[in-house]
T-cell receptor, first 113, second 112 residues
Framework: GAGVSQSPSNKVTEKGKDVELRCDPI?????LYWYRQSLGQGLEFLIY????????KSGLPSDRFSAERTGGSVSTLTIQRTQQEDSAVYLC???????????FGPGTRLTVT | KQEVTQIPAALSVPEGENLVLNCSFT??????LQWFRQDPGKGLTSLLL?????REQTSGRLNASLDKSSGRSTLYIAASQPGDSATYLC???????????FGEGTQLTVNP
């Protein structure tokens, strides 16, 4: 596609529920990143994919967070047993590693009530 | 651990002024530095990317400089316009394809 797309754009969930956030990167981009932006805080790195593998998942804050990427394309970030502190905007980005910097999607705003 | 700091945190200027946003980073062993713009409720838009071997990049009214040895970058905006109002973020990567480490951003308001 023309850009990075993310769905849903907004998600409200109850504490304790599981959520899945989806990212569709730019076609052909081999690298994919997830970041989190909490209110009043900077962007926090979560995980990096190169193809389908994740050489850097050191930013995942707890074992309730997981992510996968299939076919070197779409990625899903799953948060289990959501907590109120998980409320944030989750941003996905993709890039051609050998050229330029990452292109960001519009984000998913997650609110845990 | 790389840390990125942006000064000032907020800036309000009248339309037409030239302005400078500052970014500093603690580990000079960077691969590249990127400046982004973020509008309220939106994602990030890349403005300029400077490779570690470069000193500056220009795009229209924007000019970004990089002094890698001192761990500093500046974003110069000429003849500011109300449409420039946004949060400006600086980010560094340490190797090709690696994560970006972001500063907290500078919230810019350009008043008509």
């Amino acid at each position: 596609g023309a850009g990075v797309s993310q769905s849903p754009s907004n998600k409200v969930t109850e504490k304790g529920k599981d959520v899945e956030l989806r990212c569709d990167p730019i076609s052909g981009h081999t690298a994919l990143y997830w970041y989190r932006q909490s209110l009043g805080q900077g962007l926090e790195f979560l995980i990096y994919f190169q193809g389908n593998s994740a050489p850097d998942k050191s930013g995942l804050p707890s074992d309730r967070f997981s992510a996968e990427r299939t076919g070197g394309s779409v990625s899903t970030l799953t948060i289990q047993r959501t907590q109120q502190e998980d409320s944030a905007v989750y941003l996905c980005a993709s890039s051609l590693v050998s050229r330029g910097g990452p292109v960001f999607g519009p984000g998913t705003r997650l609110t845990v009530t | 651990k790389q840390e990125v700091t942006q000064i000032p945190a907020a800036l309000s200027v009248p339309e037409g002024e030239n302005l400078v946003l500052n970014c500093s980073f603690t580990d000079s062993a960077i691969y590249n530095l990127q400046w982004f713009r973020q509008d309220p409720g939106k994602g990030l838009t890349s403005l300029l990317l400077i490779q570690s071997s470069q000193r500056e990049q220009t795009s229209g009214r924007l000019n970004a400089s990089l002094d890698k040895s001192s761990g500093r970058s500046t974003l110069y905006i000429a003849a500011s316009q109300p449409g420039d109002s946004a949060t400006y973020l600086c980010a560094v990567s340490e190797t090709s394809g690696s994560r970006l480490t972001f500063g907290e951003g500078t919230q810019l308001t350009v008043n008509p």
